[in-house]
């Protein structure tokens, strides 16, 4: 990877960890379709910096007054699912304990660093809760500071979870709609 000064498009990958793809309460196995999508991404010239979000807590967050317990530091639920782990070594790594990766401890530090950044790329999980919570605050971030950087969050390389009270299809097509009056970019990444 370019040193963070250098780095000109980033792809960051939100909580495609075990604990929201193959285990615990919070898991969905259709997330996992967009990882061929990922994958891709990662391994074209697209990008040339690349950063993974893992959700990871304590056992006494707070988000858990919101949502059930998931992805508790130290277990395999706050691990990359195995299909992106030979991605990770050089890779930026970040662990939240909420919703939004800008809080994320180092995050908006190592984004700050990066003075050639024109384009980030999110991808990832879920469309309507940490990829929202990440593009749309990023978004205002850029602005704030005047710095002309492209957001994305491409509909192919997102994905959000199927419950009953929480229809798959609605509840992407309402974040695409929200993060694009933000200015984020939601159009398919080809």
Known sequence: MKKKEEIKKLLVVVDMVNGFIREGNMADPGIANILPAIRECIESSRC????????????????????PVHCLSGTSESELVDELKEYAEGALDYEKNS????????????????????????????TDICVMNLAMPLTNYFDQNNRKVLVRAPRNLTETYDAPV???????????????????????LK
Do not use: W
């Open 99 to 126: 919703t939004s990766a800008v809080f994320a401890p180092g995050f908006l530090e190592d984004i700050e660093s990066m003075s050639s950044l024109e384009e980030v790329i999110i991808s990832g999980c879920c």
């Open 48 to 67: 040339d910096g690349l950063a993974f979000i893992r959700d990871s807590h304590p056992e006494d967050a707070a988000e858990f007054q919101k949502f």
């Open 166 to 188: 929480h229809p798959r299809a609605d509840y992407n097509e309402m974040a695409n709609r929200l993060m694009e009056l933000s200015g984020v970019k939601t159009e398919e």
